[in-house]
């Protein structure tokens, strides 16, 4: 599927009324991710958690802020 189909899905999406279908798109997503989740190596799925984890209690930093700090050290 290539990024025109894609983003004329979304406008669908948006402009839908269809609450049974935006629910039935909605669980289709979350199953999908749910499968993703159960094949995900154990190792690396304790790793993810830990993340989060982290997250959830403020511990480490934004993304853009840790990118920053990298590219400063790469320039040196």
Avoid: C
Wanted: proline content about 1%; hydrophobic content about 35%.
């Amino acid at each position: 599927m290539n990024t025109q189909e894609k983003y004329e899905l979304i406008e669908k999406l948006v402009l839908s009324k269809d609450e049974n279908l935006l629910l039935q798109i909605k669980e289709l997503f979350e199953s999908s991710e749910l499968k993703l989740w159960d094949e995900i190596n154990p190792k690396l799925k304790a790793s993810i958690q830990r993340g989060l984890d982290q997250s959830q209690k403020g511990i480490g930093m934004v993304h853009e802020e840790a990118m920053k700090e990298y590219r400063k050290k790469l320039k040196k």
